[in-house]
T-cell receptor, first 110, second 115 residues
């Protein structure tokens, strides 16, 4: 089993839709979690950290479920500009090595 | 620009040649990471420095790969005797290392093509 797993998609949604991605992780000792956004042929950029209590930033909501070992990202009212790959990152355990998922591709169409 | 910078942005080389990439992290960051990313995959960890000390090295990093961060500031990644399978985007990231705020910031990457 991979350390961090994501459905690669693509998720093809119309503008205005709500879409959710999940990311599962195998190391129960993981301590910190992030969502990054990566546009085609660009570097990953931090979208948001994921806190135990969940957190929201505008149209984006991230949640952590430690019992089931997954994190989620919810995007409301999708915009064309949300089209990108969303990378899940899990840190922790015995080292500071961050582990990335392979990313979930989102395509928002008119 | 006070972000992470990488040089060169693109490198085309012939199989068997050596290449070296440079990364300049955000100035106050003491952690520096190197990753490799191929199409359709997330970044794969290669190695990581805390100041000048190389603390972790992935099994992915063969003997042909070496990284340095001599003064705890910029870092170099060298690949000797390049192979076609080394073609990828090489990403550098830095972070502050502060507990609870250890977000990584990425550079634009160096795209390597081995012919």
């Amino acid at each position: 089993r991979k350390e961090v797993e994501q459905d690669p998609g693509p998720f093809n949604v119309p503008e205005g839709a709500t879409v959710a991605f999940n990311c599962t992780y195998s190391n129960s000792a993981s301590q910190s979690f992030f969502w990054y956004r990566q546009d085609c042929r660009k570097e990953p950029k931090l979208l948001m950290s994921v806190y135990s209590s969940g957190n929201e930033d505008g149209r984006f909501t991230a949640q952590l479920n430690r019992a089931s070992q997954y994190i989620s990202l919810l995007i409301r009212d999708s915009k064309l500009s949300d089209s990108a790959t969303y990378l899940c990152v899990v840190n922790g355990g015995r080292s500071y090595i961050p582990t990335f998922g392979r990313g979930t591709s989102l395509i928002v169409h008119p | 620009d006070t972000g992470v910078s990488q040089d060169p942005r693109h490198k085309i080389t012939k199989r068997g040649q050596n290449v070296t990439f440079r990364c300049d992290p955000i100035s106050e960051h003491n952690r520096l990471y190197w990753y490799r990313q191929t199409l359709g995959q997330g970044p794969e960890f290669l190695t990581y420095f805390q100041n000048e000390a190389q603390l972790e090295k992935s099994r992915l990093l063969s003997d042909r790969f070496s990284a340095e961060r001599p003064k705890g500031s910029f870092s170099t990644l060298e690949i000797q005797r390049t192979e076609q399978g080394d073609s990828a985007m090489y990403l550098c990231a830095s972070s502050s290392g502060l507990a609870g705020a250890d977000t990584q910031y990425f550079g634009p990457g160096t795209r390597l093509t081995v012919l």
